[in-house]
């Protein structure tokens, strides 16, 4: 048993609070375990210069970190983000872009933000689970608006960490779990368990592939139950 009493292939309690932001054209507040991420997304009527003339629209994704985000304060990023913080929100942006068809959002942009309020572990999966439903409230407002004529998401996606803590596979680490795990890994996957992106590494010995294939059937029930509740909120 762990020592938040979960079971192996038990993922916290999951509450996403839409509309968190009420200037934002979408957004949320995800709450998964003590992870708290509030996500917002901005549309803007353009494009990237390079993308001019393509016939495309675009989604990025900022993230940062409050300073007391975690138990000890980091200095807040004023000038630039650190390299992990953009490691993670070009894993953000990447994830959501996977789930729309930009050629059905001409010459328009959305802008994910990501802030941790509160970190448990697992703030970029959150993120990312949560950063989809804010650019679905986006979409809506967009199609409510007459902007958009056609739904440009293809599918729904969203994250989620397994890791191997003292021999066995495990689902949606917390902090105390992930700094001390054998083997860490991040799975983003749509709804019908296509995979966007896996990342992984041993924090020790070498994984093989049994404990990575056990990782992977825990991450597929997990982003089922992760998505069911972006379905519940968005009320499809």
Known sequence: MRHSQ???NQIRNIEIIPHFNPYAEGSCLIKCGNTHVVCTATVEDKVPSWLKGQEQGWITAEYAMLPRATKTRVPRESKKPSGRSQEIQRLI???LRAA?????MKDISILVDCDVLQADGGTRTASITGG??????AVKK?????ILQENPIREYVAAVSCDIYNGEAIADVDYE???NAQVDMNFIMTESGKIVEIQGTAEG???SEE???????LAKQAIKQLTAKQHQILGE
Do not use: C, H, Y
């Open 6 to 8: 979960r079971e192996n």
């Open 93 to 95: 942006g990447r994830s």
């Open 100 to 104: 729309v068809d930009l050629t059905k």
């Open 132 to 137: 989809f439903v804010a650019v679905s409230l």
């Open 142 to 146: 967009l199609m409510n608006d007459g």
């Open 177 to 179: 779990e992930d700094s």
């Open 205 to 207: 010995e070498p994984f």
């Open 211 to 217: 404990q990575f294939n056990q990782m992977l059937t």
